[in-house]
């Protein structure tokens, strides 16, 4: 069974600002292919989605963001504020975003390129593949 996992970086403050590190297979438990951020608004909903095959960790680089992960059987919740820990979601996990504060910002390292055929949007189709991975 998949299970998402908290991951801390190395984190650098000096008198006028501070670093944050993500390095492929170092912090990063994969080699990143990929990298988007999403913002959204206090109140809004983003994710409500699977995938087959990518692997994703999420970093909320501003703002405060509640990640809802559920795994065909357990479902956990994680608060994402600080660019210093990272949500790892291994693909076959149904992610959903929920922004707790305005213009909050969600940073996502992927070790895929985009697939649209990748995705699995609708929750009852997600089910059937959980079911259909657990007896390989």
């Known amino acids: 069974m998949k299970i998402t996992s908290i991951i801390s970086f ?3 403050i000096s008198d006028n600002g501070s670093l944050c590190v993500y ?3 170092k912090q990063v438990p994969f080699k990143i292919c990929r990298v988007f951020t ?3 608004m206090k109140g809004d909903s983003r994710g409500n989605h ?3 095959k990518c692997d994703q960790l999420m970093v909320c680089l501003s703002g405060q963001i509640k990640v ?3 795994n065909g059987s357990n479902i956990t919740t994680q608060l994402l504020k600080s660019g210093e820990n990272g ?3 291994p693909s076959g996990i149904w992610a959903k975003q929920d922004y707790l504060t305005d213009q909050a910002v969600l940073m ?3 070790d895929r390129n985009f ?3 990748d995705y699995i949007r609708d929750f009852n189709e997600f089910k059937k593949f959980v079911s259909s991975q657990a007896s390989i």
Do not use: Y
């Open 108 to 110: 996502v390292l992927c």
């Open 23 to 25: 390095e492929s297979d």
């Open 10 to 12: 190395p984190h650098f």
């Open 115 to 117: 697939e649209e055929n």
């Open 50 to 52: 699977a995938h087959k």
């Open 38 to 40: 999403v913002s959204s």
């Open 87 to 89: 949500l790892f979601v």
């Open 68 to 70: 809802t992960c559920d």
